[in-house]
């Protein structure tokens, strides 16, 4: 047996490895631009090119490939061999410097939402040195941004290296105030938790839907769902635990951290986390991880969805976004401290966040918003689309005391002074009980519950990033122009507790009269992505983020495109689906069902006179169903044939929540109830029964 610490990161260009090749200076130098951002020179690229290279072809790769985000939400690469022609007619293997910082994808078939007219179509990719480049199926892969020649970013990288740069100059700048001033660099850390359905892929194979969309479209409910809740946490089944053995040991080949596994509240529903990393690097292996997952399914002869909502009426899958903040010098800001200076800090950066959610609800509703979130948003399974923070009973009432003025706990004679008392340690089982909540503190970081597990957690964390540091600004301008910064702190932490405190809850987000009291409370209900992504153009918005230098105006406006068309064509090509499933494969069958009962009932009642009741009246049912669904049918090919002639994007994707959405839930409707009247050697695919159970 092999082990895990000797196959652990193999194929990864990791620090060992750069150490183990690099010249000393060109190591150091490499490392200065890692940690601290320094530019780097050409002479270092070329050194670390060639080592790459060696070490590449040494592994058995032939290729290179510049690998990066764009804002399709999956990774692109363009593979080139590293051969070259010499003069002799041998080839040798050659990687420069700047083949390693620098690439020229043909950019013009990439969503750049009209930053780049094609006829200007070029753009660069540039590496990013901060996450290892790796090797997987013979290539050597760079992980690298994606800019446009004119600087504009074209992808999710550029503005997450851009948020979380934002956030770590002003955070010095806080951390500067308390006299921290030994602190290089403050960053973000994220653990993805990943949610994925498996189903069998011959069953699979047999449906459109699930091809062409990577949902369900249509399937009635079976007669055992997730209500006997037996399936959370329970004993994984052993094709399913091969799969996630092959699956961890190729990610960890990949040095991903994977973790912890296992069943979710779904049948065929499962999860995976990793430890957590600095953003980046952990927004570039949850791209990985999802791409591992989706591949080593296949080997298994499975199928791996990731697809927010597969299967109506069963839990969606989504991602829980883990984050914190945290110094070089290893200090949680987001963690109480153990003396009253350090739970001072603590209440700053929390009141920075608290503050920050509640200003910028709708940037972070909107970073997680697509076509298939939003099944999940608000449906009584995954938070409700209305943002809103968890603290936990402990923590609240601390901030009620300091709000108040009031003593808190055991300080019954003194005020709860910042910067005198000592916070009680918040364990992570009494803040963690509220699954319901989107945006929780779980004792040392928030877990940001709204993702959709598709979704690239770039979005959310730029949004997040971004918000945080402008609040850290805010507090920062003030407080360096305070004459008595303990005063002046406490002060700032009270008000902007009183100010923001509407966004605490810490009820069950599932309760319908939770929605009424947020809305109560002037709470965003931002129910679609129609509704919430047009609000990434408010001014408050664009200058918060232009402020920061995250986004330029150009590149918010492009993205609400990018991203509203993204939603639009989604739900166009499923309903299409929809309509070619529909006239098909399930009228014709329940239509032919109809027909061999009616032939049976004049055979019958040709050779006895019989009265044949029990088929007649489903020869009627059926019949009836039948013109639902054609009818339903029509509507929906209306509805999609009026959608092509609507310019304007916000429209479109407003006539696809009001129209096009609807006349596809009536059809399914239609479809759900022919399938359990008909009988299932008619039926023209697998059932959801036999997806759910089948693995
Ligand atoms: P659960 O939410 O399922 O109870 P855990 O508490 O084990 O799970 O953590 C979930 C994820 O949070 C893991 O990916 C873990 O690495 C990550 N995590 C733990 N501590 C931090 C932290 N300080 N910052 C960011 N992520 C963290
Ligand atoms: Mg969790």
Known sequence: MEKVTDYFGTMVFDDRIMKATLSEKVYKSLKRTIDRGTPLDISVANAVAAAMKDWAIEKGATHYTHWF??????????????????????????????ELVKGEPDASSFPSGGLRATFEARGYTAWDPTSYAFIKDGTLY????????????????????????????????????????????????????QEYFLVDREL????????????????????????MEDHYFGTIKPRVAEYMADLDKELWKLGILA???????????????????????????????????????QRHGLVCLLHEKPFAGVNGSGKHNNWSISTDQGVNLLSPGETPYENAQFLLFLAAVIKAVDDYQDLLRLSVATAGNDHRLG????????????????????????????????????????????????SKDTTDRNRTSPFAFTGNKFEFRMLGSSNSISCANIHLNAAVAEELRQFADQLEKAKDFESALHELIRDTIKAHKRIIFN????????????????????????DAMPKICDKKNVEMLTSHGIFTEAEIFSRRDIMLENYIKTVNIEAQTMIDMARKEIIPAVAKFAADTASAVSVKSSVASVACKYEKKLITELSGLVDEMDEATT?????????KDIEVIVEAAEFIRDEVLPAMEALRAAADKAEPVTSAEYWPFPTYDKLLFGV
Request: glycine share 8%.
């Open 69 to 98: 985000q764009p804002m399709t939400g999956v990774t692109a690469e363009k593979h080139d061999s590293f051969i070259s022609p010499a003069p002799d007619g041998r080839v040798i293997m050659e990687f420069s410097g700047k």
């Open 204 to 227: 699979w194979k047999q449906r459109k839907d699930l091809i062409m969309t990577g949902r369900t479209l249509f399937g009635a409910m079976p007669p055992k769902g997730q209500e």
């Open 259 to 297: 973790k912890t596994k296992h069943n979710e509240v779904a049948p065929a529903q499962h999860e995976l986390a990793p430890i957590y990393d600095t953003t980046n690097i952990a927004a570039d292996h949850n791209q990985l991880t999802m791409e591992v997952m989706q591949k080593v399914a």
């Open 379 to 426: 449906a009584n399974e995954a938070p409700p689309a209305v943002i809103s923070i968890f603290l936990g009973d402990e923590l609240t009432s601390v901030l009620e005391a300091i709000e108040n003025d009031a003593p808190y706990g055991g300080y019954e004679k003194e005020k709860m002074q910042l910067g005198v008392d000592v916070l009680p340690k918040f």
């Open 507 to 530: 009820g069950n987000g599932y309760d319908d009269a939770w929605i009424e009291e947020a809305e109560k409370r002037g709470l965003l209900n931002l129910k679609t992505t129609a």
């Open 635 to 643: 509507v929906l090919e209306e509805k999609v044939a009026q959608l």
């Open 142 to 193: 760079i992980p690298t941004a994606f800019c446009s020649y004119t600087g504009e970013a074209l992808d999710k990288k550029v503005p997450l290296l851009r948020s979380m740069e934002a956030l770590n100059r002003q955070a010095l700048r806080i951390l500067k105030l308390f006299g921290n001033d030994k602190v290089k660099s403050v960053k973000t850390s994220v653990g993805p938790e």
